[in-house]
């Protein structure tokens, strides 16, 4: 059965700090993991999308690895803002299923 | 715009009454899925459908019902048979093509009152 685990659960960092989000899941065996942002009574926005056969992928100050030999990926935030506060969640989408499955997320608070 | 809509923002329901939540997409995809969130705990999934006419049980279908009479549309109807309704649920869409990305509409809070 395949686990997926966010650590940490929250994290309260100054503004301008370059921070890092942690993604791991027990079975290799994935098709691609994505990264989302949720705010506060409010759905998913995906961030970032990772093939199986890709390492890494980039979007603005964000940027997403995979090593899926280890079972792990993470989301680095360059120059956190007050505006990247949310709660961060990772899901990966496992060979012979149709969907994807959760983290319970990261709660993010970046303050001035 | 292209999206996903989900309404209404905020649905109340009382005790022994089955409800309806919409969910509609004009992203021309294929695949389509329920949610629920409660709080501590990862996202569950309750149905999904890959095309239309046919959709498949999630981890906990019990006390749900769905149709996918529409490429667009895929509304959840929960039942009286489902004993902690209370909590944020949300619809997503996808190419049918398993490597392809996740869009999710803006979610419903049920209240069961």
């Known amino acids: 059965k395949q686990e997926v685990t966010q650590i940490p659960a929250a994290l309260s960092v100054p503004e301008g700090e370059n921070l890092v989000l942690n993604c791991s899941f027990t079975?290799?065996?994935?098709?691609?993991l994505q990264w989302f942002r949720q705010d506060p009574g409010k759905g998913l926005t995906s961030l970032l999308l990772?093939?199986?056969?890709?390492r890494e992928q980039t979007s603005g100050r964000l940027n997403a690895s995979l090593d899926k030999s280890s079972g792990r990926s993470t989301l680095y935030i360059a120059a956190s803002q007050p505006g990247d506060s949310a709660t961060y969640l990772c899901?990966?989408?496992?060979?012979?299923?149709?969907?994807?499955?959760f983290g319970t997320g990261t709660r993010l608070q970046v303050f001035p | 715009d292209g999206g996903i809509t989900q309404s209404p923002k905020y649905l109340f329901r009382k005790e022994g009454q089955n409800v309806t939540l919409s969910c509609e997409q004009n992203?021309?995809?294929?695949?389509m899925y329920w949610y629920r969130q409660d709080p501590g705990q990862g996202l569950r999934l309750i149905y999904y459908?890959?095309?239309?006419?046919?959709?498949q049980k999630g981890d906990i279908a019990e006390g749900y019902s769905v149709s996918r009479e529409k490429k667009e549309s895929f509304p959840l109807t929960v039942t009286s048979a489902q004993k902690n309704p209370t909590a944020f649920y949300l619809c997503?869409?996808?190419?049918?093509?398993?490597?392809?990305?996740?869009?999710f509409g803006q979610g419903t809070r049920l209240t069961v009152v």
């Open positions: 079975d290799s065996a994935i098709y691609n």
């Open positions: 459908s890959q095309i239309v006419n046919d959709f």
């Open positions: 899901a990966v989408y496992r060979h012979n299923t149709d969907k994807l499955i």
């Open positions: 997503a869409s996808s190419m049918a093509q398993v490597n392809t990305e996740a869009f």
């Open positions: 990772i093939q199986s056969s890709q």
């Open positions: 992203l021309n995809h294929d695949a």
